[in-house]
C-alpha cells in the first residue's frame, strides 16, 4: 500500500520558516508530479506548490511565490517545501499528493492526485 507521509510542521512566529518533508514507502517518486496542498478550518483545500520529480519546472500558487520553495531529493524519495517568512494566513493543515505522470496545466487540482498523505499542521502566530 502507498504511503505519503508528511513531516515538519509545527508553530512559529510571523516571519520565521519552516521545512516540510514528503516520504514515500512502497513507492516511486520517479516520474511523478508532486504536490504540496494546504486545508485551513472551514475552508477549501487549496494548492501551494507542485513539482515534476525528475526535474523541470515548479510551480506555485500566488499567495506564496517568492516565500516558498518545492525541491525534491530522489535519493531520499522526498519531497520538501522550505517556507519562508511564514504569516498568519498559511495556517493551515498541509498535504502532500502525487500522481505518476508529468504535472501539467491541472497540477493544482485535487482530482489529478491519486495518493495523498495524512498530512501536517503548521500554525504561524503574529
Known amino acids: 500500500q502507498v504511503q505519503l507521509v508528511e513531516s515538519g510542521g509545527g508553530s512559529v512566529q510571523a516571519g520565521g520558516s519552516l521545512r516540510l518533508s514528503c516520504a514515500a514507502s512502497?513507492?516511486?517518486?520517479?516520474?511523478?508530479?508532486v504536490g504540496w496542498f494546504r486545508q485551513a478550518p472551514g475552508k477549501k483545500r487549496e494548492g501551494v506548490a507542485a513539482?515534476?520529480?525528475?526535474?523541470?519546472?515548479?510551480y506555485y500558487a500566488d499567495s506564496v511565490k517568492g516565500r516558498f520553495t518545492i525541491s525534491r531529493d530522489n535519493a531520499r524519495n522526498t519531497v520538501y517545501l522550505q517556507m519562508n517568512s511564514l504569516k498568519p494566513e498559511d495556517t493551515s493543515m498541509y498535504y502532500c499528493?502525487?500522481?505518476?505522470?508529468?504535472?501539467?496545466?491541472?497540477?493544482?487540482?485535487?482530482?489529478?492526485?491519486?495518493?495523498w498523505g495524512q498530512g501536517t499542521q503548521v500554525t504561524v502566530s503574529s
Open positions: 499528493a502525487a500522481v505518476p505522470r508529468r504535472c501539467y496545466y491541472d497540477y493544482m487540482s485535487l482530482s489529478t492526485y491519486n495518493y
Open positions: 512502497r513507492y516511486i517518486f520517479s516520474n511523478n508530479c
Open positions: 513539482i515534476y520529480a525528475d526535474g523541470g519546472s515548479e
